[in-house]
């Protein structure tokens, strides 16, 4: 869902005609309440648009997230109440931050977690360092695994005794992740069990 809204007198946010200030709300479980409030909250604060929706904080696709990053152009502004309200983690919080920097998007949120005034290059630096210091935990998970299955390999061991699938569901479960689905959605698809799914994915990885 999406709200636009009209006010007598023009935020300092809104006076550059060429920039947006758009916002983004989010609950679950039907919580109408709270998300009317987060709604009112971002008109407060200049969103002539606020997209919105119910959905769960792990879904990996939020649709009305996806279309507010999507509208979003250099100059314009990005807000939310709450970190909580748009990222279940850490490292896609960092990743869509530095996103935004790379565009010149500014984003805050009502807790002041970042300052409309502050240096995007400094900004941009920080934020960098702090996705490649997340990375680097699953860097190097990634390359133990990758060194357990070669031994596995190397000794003739079937990784596990792990049942196998048909190559041609091995490119369909990849296929299907490549394009965005969830886990989930992929075992809804193509019936595989979800620690099936998972494996295919972490081998398709580490080739």
């Given at each position: 869902?999406?709200?636009?809204?009209?006010?007598?007198?023009?935020?300092?946010?809104?006076?550059?005609?060429?920039?947006?200030?758009?916002?983004?709300?989010?609950?679950?479980?039907?919580?109408?309440?709270?998300?009317e409030d987060q709604i009112k909250v971002l008109k407060e604060e200049g969103c002539s648009l606020v997209f919105s929706e119910f959905?769960?904080?792990?879904?990996?696709?939020?649709?009305?997230?996806?279309?507010?990053?999507?509208?979003?152009?250099?100059?314009?502004?990005?807000?939310?109440?709450?970190?909580?309200?748009?990222?279940?983690?850490?490292?896609?919080?960092?990743?869509?931050?530095?996103?935004?920097?790379?565009?010149?998007?500014?984003?805050?949120?009502?807790?002041?977690?970042?300052?409309?005034?502050?240096?995007?290059?400094?900004?941009?630096?920080?934020?960098?360092?702090?996705?490649?210091?997340?990375?680097?935990?699953?860097?190097?998970?990634?390359?133990?695994?990758?060194?357990?299955?070669?031994?596995?390999?190397?000794?003739?061991?079937?990784?596990?005794?792990?049942?196998?699938?048909?190559?041609?569901?091995?490119?369909?479960?990849?296929?299907?992740?490549?394009?965005?689905?969830?886990?989930?959605?992929?075992?809804?698809?193509?019936?595989?069990?979800?620690?099936?799914?998972?494996?295919v994915i972490l081998e398709g990885e580490l080739t």
């Amino acid at each position: 869902m999406s709200f636009k809204f009209k006010r007598k007198h023009l935020l300092l946010s809104e006076k550059n005609k060429n920039s947006k200030v758009i916002g983004y709300a989010r609950a679950t479980n039907n919580e109408y309440e709270y998300l009317e409030d987060q709604i009112k909250v971002l008109k407060e604060e200049g969103c002539s648009l606020v997209f919105s929706e119910f959905i769960s904080l792990d879904e990996e696709i939020k649709p009305q997230l996806n279309k507010a990053i999507n509208c979003l152009s250099k100059g314009d502004q990005f807000i939310i109440t709450q970190l909580d309200r748009a990222f279940r983690s850490k490292k896609e919080c960092l990743r869509t931050i530095n996103k935004l920097i790379d565009k010149d998007i500014k984003l805050r949120t009502l807790t002041c977690f970042f300052s409309t005034n502050e240096s995007s290059k400094a900004n941009s630096s920080i934020f960098r360092i702090l996705y490649e210091l997340d990375n680097l935990e699953d860097k190097n998970l990634g390359e133990r695994k990758k060194e357990q299955l070669l031994r596995r390999k190397l000794s003739g061991n079937n990784l596990g005794g792990r049942p196998k699938i048909s190559p041609l569901k091995e490119s369909l479960v990849i296929r299907l992740r490549n394009e965005g689905y969830s886990y989930r959605s992929i075992r809804s698809q193509t019936g595989i069990a979800l620690s099936t799914i998972r494996r295919v994915i972490l081998e398709g990885e580490l080739t």
